[in-house]
């Protein structure tokens, strides 16, 4: 399967709770290309993980459209959700071993995560060992999941999410608690993935060096796209609503209600302090 | 697929185990409950023949041959049934001896040899040989090896050998089919071959006996169809028979029926116990493994195998444990057989395979069942542990469904008022019910009780108050020991209120301590004999039962000797010697003479000089029978009659009736005057004083069809005035008491009237109302023994007779009472009769107490069982506080506490569902074997008795939730 574009178009996600509604998305905008790799960065409560759960099915937001390749995923239903689960999309969540069943072997974790579509595209399944190999897990088939070192327990959880070689893969956090040789071993894997499958990835992460690795990284904050790096360098975005977030260490200058001028020309676009 | 689901099992082999130790015990249970039935109602059925009397075990018939007949053949065809024994039998009647021939029977019987317990020589096997019983060569004047002549009527002597003695047959022995003839009690019985006795001429009886073996009654259902054809059979035979065995065949099936229910009552309630456990165990690791299953919905694991994963990992044990089960029951069932029912066998059926496979797939049910909930969940919420929206309504509407359950079970049990139904359930029904209150409350409770503590400064118990309101699970658990209590509480109840009614009524209905029946007796002959053998009135006492028209159960007693022997019921109200005053005022008197010849002195008074009476004048001898001495030819005028009174002397005679009767159609009108009775010397036996005192004499009730004549006493004798144009009734018993006759009754007298011998109908008195009598409980009545015979027996031979022996009776009493020339053919005791009236209930209580104890350790296993399952710390936030400092002693007190208070209240909440259904549903267990009503078994038990066993129930759950904090902490040990 070659990779699933992604397109957000004024994103919103409210959380319901007994002590008051919480806005975790507040109108993101984000397209992807199909094999495109992505980080999305951004401090804790940002609403990185609610992105990452509404493109992966588990939720659906509260209004927007949230489309992965042809399908807007807000509209679809269980079924179709799940199919897509076992198909189009694979999830890795936080922490490798929530992701795998730990006290059985990597064969038997990628044999269950292979099971839909093994049914729905058996053609385009490809064998265990194809994908242990893909991952530099060759010899490990048969070792229980609990037996293995972190970075390779992580590198499980990825070929597991990328068993049933899904379009779109969206990982949570694929380095946290691993050592940098571990981390670099992540990496490489999901950089084979996308070279060799073309493979959508959508990965959330802390780790700044990740998101340079990946090539693009979104920053999330307050619930929008604030910002997005590519080659090292930083662009703030325009949503689609015209807002452009500034960045940090900019606000720390300009407190909220500054009045800024909004100049254009010869192919720049200045905010100037009256 | 099978690796992966090997490797879950083998991950969670306690779960694994767990389960496949509940579904062992389901599936035993389920297997064990037919196979205690089958013994259980194997041995209630041998118990049943073994007591039942002969008649209800045989079928006889019989023919006589006409006197020109040799006995020269037997019937071309016997009846054969399966499982009984056909005897052919022949007997005739004549005299054996030389010169001074005695009466004996000639008899043969086929496979006699093989029954008679020969005591000297041997069995007679060849023609003209006979055997006969110790004693009768002395009688007969032979000895062993002798010839004895024997003759039958009209016949001529045929010479026998006598080969041999044998003891007298045992009445008991149904081969003898209750044929007292051959039993030798009143005349010797030769047993000769039958082609001996077909030589012979004259009138022979030809008998054909069917002795049912104890098999014969294992299908009753078709025993009717059976008698019915060999009947048959006989009728074309030319024989006329007579059976009691539907009788027997109709109590077996009744105990069955009393046995199924019980055991019913107590299995499915364990079998439902299993399978809620298991799904506790199955729900509660489920919810261990909610994230697992949300990963596999992540996945987009097809449906098909969501399911087949996680209930493959319940069902492979539950299969697993099936066949081990099934097993397991039998063999358990079979060792509890061999304590409780010795004697019998346990047999495979297919009822126990059924029932097996009944319970495995309640347990597959079960397991699956306790999964819907996780697998409907959302992914997100499987993900983060929340629990399914639709939970709550899911279980509301089962509650209302129990509680509706329940409600229909009870009302049904309390209004049908036996066993059968739903109502069968209405025990764990209720118990169900109020488990699910008791879940509904506990929390709320405890979260009140944690509140107020906190408030107090008891922080220990506010922190168990909120474990126990908050920890999930706790409503499960509730249930389950309410359930398990409510049925620990019934059953203890259900056996100490029954086995005091069986005490109670075996007391009462066996009369004393020990009964000796005995056979054909006269009241002069048992009272002789009772007072030959206890002359100081210390132990025996003589009883005979009498009937009125609407009051079938009189018992007569000796009063003498009533509060010295009998069982006095506790619920008489008076005490027994009070009674015996009142029904014995002042001693009854008789006119007793010695005579040879009577002379009856008497004139008669009349218009029509062709009158023409009888005097018959009635007396019961010292052997206690009745003597009618006829005096005809009384005609007009004075005269003298006279009669034959041999019998009177040496011994003497009560005199008990005098009667006028008319020879002619017509009633004139006359006056009789009975001067005086004197005997053959002239000695006057009653002078006219006495026969004047018309005191001494009853009359039958007068009626305007049947009048009665005047009674005057005058200076010349008694005067009976005829004075009416229809036919009077002339006879005047002698009174042993002034007034009606004085009774003990237990309820309203309905009639005054009760018919005495002869038909003459008495009037009664009740003089005490009493709760119960001796023997008929609270549905009888009694009566002073002497007084009885003398106003109603009057000589006849008494009907039931039996003499009632107290408990510190010497052990030779009966021994005594058979050499005071009683036949006692049978002799028991309370506790055979308490054996006798409890076997189907007490097996099947036996079985539900076995039941309620598996119940309760299951209870108390289940519960570190399931902690197994449980977080660390669970929801309750004790885990939260070891973090924050909190000792790990203090932690495992505050959870030991919290389980054992939630264990307590669900133990109150089941005693509570066990009073309620005590209340509303005792019926449904049988308490007597006979289905009788009359006696109430008690309402409330010993408290004592309830409390010992439902103390230790608790102690056993105890040690359980202190298990169960045990494992929590070492699991949250492992964790950290």
């Known amino acids: ?274 | 697929m099978t690796t992966l689901l090997w490797e879950m099992i083998r991950e969670r082999r306690a779960a694994a185990l767990i389960t496949f130790l509940l579904t062992l015990a389901a599936a035993a249970a389920a297997a064990g409950g037919p196979v205690y039935h089958a013994a259980a109602a194997q041995s209630l059925r041998l118990d049943q023949i073994a007591q039942a009397p002969v008649t209800e075990r045989v079928l006889t018939a019989s023919q006589l041959t006409s006197a020109d007949e040799a006995t020269e053949a037997r019937s071309t065809t016997l009846p054969y049934v399966a499982h009984m024994r056909t005897v052919y039998g022949l007997q005739l009647q004549g005299a054996a001896g030389g010169a001074q021939a005695t009466d004996a029977l000639l008899a043969a019987r086929s496979g006699v040899c093989r029954e008679l317990a020969v005591t000297a020589g041997r069995c007679a096997v060849a023609d003209r040989e006979a055997v006969l019983p110790d004693g009768a060569l002395e009688l007969l004047g032979v000895r062993l090896g002798g010839v004895l002549a024997f003759s039958a009527p009209g016949g001529d002597p045929v010479r026998f050998t006598v080969v041999g003695t044998y003891r007298r047959p045992d009445a008991a022995d149904p081969y003898w089919a209750d044929r007292v003839s051959l039993l030798g009690v009143e005349q010797p019985v030769l047993f000769v071959t039958d082609r001996s006795l077909e030589g012979f001429g004259g009138q022979a009886t030809r008998t054909v006996d069917l002795v049912a073996e104890p098999a014969a009654f294992a299908d009753t259902a078709g025993l009717a169809g059976r008698i019915e054809e060999a009947f048959k059979q006989l009728r074309a035979g030319g024989y006329a028979g007579s059976t009691l065995m539907p009788d027997l065949g109709e109590r077996i099936e009744q105990g069955d029926r009393m046995l199924a229910d019980t055991v019913t009552v107590a299995a499915v309630p364990l079998i439902l116990i299993c399978w809620f456990v298991l799904f506790l165990a199955v729900a509660a690791g489920v919810d261990q493994r909610r994230e697992e299953l949300g990963l596999a919905a992540l996945r987009g694991t097809p449906g098909r195998l969501r399911w087949a994963l996680p209930f493959g990992e319940v069902a492979v044990p539950v299969l697993a444990a099936a066949v081990p089960g099934l097993l397991a029951g039998y063999a358990a069932t079979a060792a509890l057989v061999k304590v409780v029912l010795p004697g019998s066998t346990v047999q495979w059926d297919g009822t126990s395979l059924r029932y097996t496979a009944l319970a495995v797939l309640g347990a597959l049910l079960a397991g699956a069942f306790a999964q819907v909930g996780a697998l409907r969940t959302p992914v997100l919420g499987l993900l983060r542990r929340s629990g399914s929206p639709r939970r709550g309504r899911f279980a509301t509407a089962l509650e209302v469904a129990v509680g509706s359950l329940a409600a229909v079970a009870g009302y049904q049990a309390a209004a049908a008022g036996d066993a059968g139904g739903i109502g069968l359930l209405a025990p764990v029904c209720l118990g169900l019910a109020c488990g699910l209150l008791g879940a509904r409350l506990l929390p709320l409770v405890a979260a009140r009780v944690a509140r107020s503590a906190l408030r107090r400064g008891r922080w220990r118990t506010g922190l168990a108050g909120f474990a126990l309101a908050r920890v999930p699970g706790t409503g499960r658990l509730v249930v389950l020991v309410t359930v398990v209590f409510g049925l620990l509480g019934f059953a203890v109840t259900a056996y100490d209120t029954a086995g005091r009614a069986w005490d109670e009524r075996a007391r009462v209905q066996t009369g004393a301590a020990r009964v000796a029946v005995v056979q054909n007796a006269s009241a002069v002959q048992l009272r002789s004999a009772v007072d030959a053998a206890d002359p100081d009135r210390r132990f025996a006492m003589a009883v005979a039962r009498y009937k009125g028209n609407q009051l079938p159960n009189i018992i007569a007693v000796d009063t003498t000797r009533l509060a010295r022997v009998a069982n006095w019921p506790d619920s008489a109200g008076m005490a027994p010697g009070a009674v015996a005053g009142l029904l014995r005022p002042v001693e009854p008197t008789a006119i007793m003479f010695r005579a040879r010849k009577l002379v009856v002195e008497v004139t008669v008074d009349s218009p029509d000089p062709e009158l023409s009476l009888q005097l018959r004048v009635l007396v019961i001898s010292d052997r206690g029978l009745r003597h009618d001495l006829r005096m005809p030819g009384l005609r007009p005028g004075p005269q003298r009659l006279e009669a034959d009174a041999t019998l009177c002397d040496p011994e003497p005679c009560r005199l008990d009736e005098i009667q006028l009767q008319n020879m002619r159609t017509d009633q004139p009108r006359f006056d009789a005057t009975i001067h005086a009775i004197r005997d053959e010397t002239g000695r006057v036996l009653l002078d006219a004083a006495a026969l004047g005192d018309v005191r001494r004499w009853s009359q039958p009730p007068a009626s305007a069809a049947r009048p009665v004549p005047a009674l005057r006493g005058t200076p010349e004798g008694l005067r009976i005035s005829v004075d009416s144009a229809v036919a009077a009734d002339m006879r005047l018993s002698s009174a042993a008491l002034p007034g009606p006759l004085p009774m003990a009754v237990t309820g309203p007298l309905r009639s005054p009237l009760l018919t005495a011998t002869g038909g003459m109908e008495l009037p009664v008195t009740a003089v005490a109302t009493l709760g119960a009598v001796p023997r008929f409980g609270p549905q009888g009545a009694l009566l002073d023994f002497d007084v009885a015979e003398y106003v109603l027996g009057r000589g006849t031979a008494l009907t039931q007779p039996e003499v009632w022996l107290s408990a510190d009776a010497p052990a030779d009493a009966v021994d005594r009472l058979r050499r005071a020339g009683l036949t006692v053919s049978e002799e028991y005791t309370v506790a055979q009769r308490r054996a006798q009236i409890s076997a189907a209930p007490r097996l099947g209580l036996w079985f539900a107490l076995a039941v309620a104890a598996f119940a309760v350790l299951l209870a108390a296993i289940g519960l570190p069982a399931l902690a197994m399952f449980e977080r660390p710390g669970g929801d309750s936030g004790l885990s939260v506080l070891g973090e924050q400092g909190v000792r790990t002693r203090t932690l495992l007190l505050v959870s030991a506490g919290s389980r054992s208070a939630l264990a307590l209240a669900a133990a109150v909440a089941g005693l509570g569902s066990a009073a309620l259904a005590w209340a509303l549903a005792r019926t449904v267990l049988p308490v007597f074997s006979d289905g009788d009503t009359t006696f109430t078994p008690p309402v409330l038990p010993e408290p004592g008795a309830v409390a010992g066993p439902v103390a230790a129930a608790c102690a056993v759950l105890l040690l359980g939730c202190w298990s169960a904090a045990h494992v929590v902490r070492r699991r949250r040990e492992e964790e950290q």
């Open chain 1, 1 to 274: 399967m070659t990779g699933l574009a992604v397109r957000c178009r004024r994103v919103l996600h409210i959380y319901r709770a007994d002590g008051g509604d919480v806005v975790a998305l507040s109108g993101v905008d984000l397209d992807i290309a199909a094999g495109e790799k992505l980080a999305l960065v951004g401090p804790s409560g940002s609403g990185k993980s609610t992105l990452i759960a509404l493109l992966s099915g588990l939720m659906r937001p509260s209004a927007g459209q949230v489309r992965i390749g042809p399908v807007d995923i807000g509209r679809v239903s269980d079924a179709e959700l799940a199919r897509m689960r076992g198909t189009d999309l694979g999830v890795v969540l936080q922490g490798a071993r929530r992701n795998l069943l730990p006290y059985a072997s990597v064969l038997s974790n990628i044999w269950l995560a292979q099971r839909r579509a093994a049914q729905v595209r058996p053609a385009d399944v490809e064998r265990p060992e194809r994908i242990l190999s893909l991952l530099g897990l060759v010899g490990m088939g048969h070792r229980r999941v609990r037996d293995l070192p972190p970075g390779a327990a992580q590198r499980v959880a990825i070929a597991v999410g990328v068993a049933a070689s899904p379009g779109l893969l969206l990982i949570d956090e694929p380095t946290s608690r691993l050592d940098r040789e571990a981390r670099d071993e992540v990496l490489d894997a999901l950089d084979t993935i996308n070279r060799e499958r073309g493979t959508t990835i959508v990965a959330v992460t802390h780790d700044p060096d990740v998101g340079a690795r990946l090539g693009r990284a979104v920053t999330i904050r307050d619930g929008r796209v604030g910002a997005e790096g590519r080659e090292g360098r930083e662009f703030a975005v325009v949503a689609s609503d015209g807002t452009v977030q500034l960045p940090p260490e900019v606000l720390e200058n300009v407190p909220p209600g500054t009045l800024l001028v909004v100049e254009q020309g010869d192919g720049r676009l200045s905010l100037v302090i009256e």
